[in-house]
């Protein structure tokens, strides 16, 4: 069983559009949760991180959080094309100090 | 800023050679990871280590060992190399309760 789940996508969103991304995750006891990006040939890169539920701002990115429903959100906002990339969630697992990683999801931002 | 620095960010080797991947980072970081990253199979890790001297096994380690004889500086070595090995190699150092950090990361193809 998959401990952290996404949708591998494309998802696709027209330019200027929110981008909705989602992962869902299976430990009920995780306290931290963090999305990267990565680029095509590149290194993920920490875009943003949580540990709280409800929801925290960082310009265009938006994290959600729902402990109760095991799910962990990111919105991108006024999409840009810059924003394609494939999207990778993390858990932390505080049993053993590691991230447990999604598959990641591919954004196309369409001009 | 962290940084993380992978010693070749494109290499090419002969099956059954000895393969040293380098990975030093400036920030004082107790853990260091290796992963491999091979489209559709997201990132997987191949070994670990939370202090100098000490190793722990990741989902692959089979046919890759590690080293990390000073806190800053982890390498991942193929014993010998084989075909199947041909990946991108990242590497990430993290604080206990923080998200990681990557290399650039090495694109290694065994010929």
């Known amino acids: 069983q998959k401990e952290v789940e996404q949708n591998s996508g494309p998802l696709s969103v027209p330019e200027g559009a929110i981008a909705s991304l989602n992962c869902t995750y299976s430990d009920r006891g995780s306290q931290s949760f963090f999305w990267y990006r990565q680029y095509s040939g590149k290194s993920p890169e920490l875009i943003m991180f949580?540990?709280s539920n409800g929801d925290k701002e960082d310009g265009r990115f938006t994290a959600q959080l729902n402990k109760a429903s095991q799910y962990v959100s990111l919105l991108i906002r006024d999409s840009q094309p810059s924003d394609s990339a494939t999207y990778l969630c993390a858990v932390f697992m505080d049993s053993n100090y590691q991230l447990i990683w999604g598959a990641g999801t591919k954004l196309i931002i369409k001009p | 800023d962290v940084k993380v620095t992978q010693s070749s960010r494109y290499l090419v080797k002969r099956t059954g050679e000895k393969v040293f991947l380098e990975c030093v980072q400036d920030?004082?970081?107790?853990?260091m990871f290796w992963y491999r990253q091979d489209p559709g199979l997201g990132l997987r890790l191949i070994y670990f280590?939370?202090?100098?001297?000490?190793?722990e096994k990741g989902d692959i380690p089979e046919g890759y060992s590690v080293s990390r004889e000073k806190k800053e500086r982890f390498s991942l070595i193929l014993e010998s190399a084989s075909t199947n090995q041909t990946s991108m190699y990242l590497c990430?150092?993290?604080?206990?309760?923080?998200?990681?950090?990557f290399g650039s990361g090495t694109r290694l193809t065994v010929v």
């Open positions: 920030m004082d970081h107790e853990n």
């Open positions: 280590s939370y202090d100098v001297k000490m190793k």
């Open positions: 949580i540990y």
């Open positions: 990430a150092s993290s604080t206990v309760s923080y998200g990681y950090t």
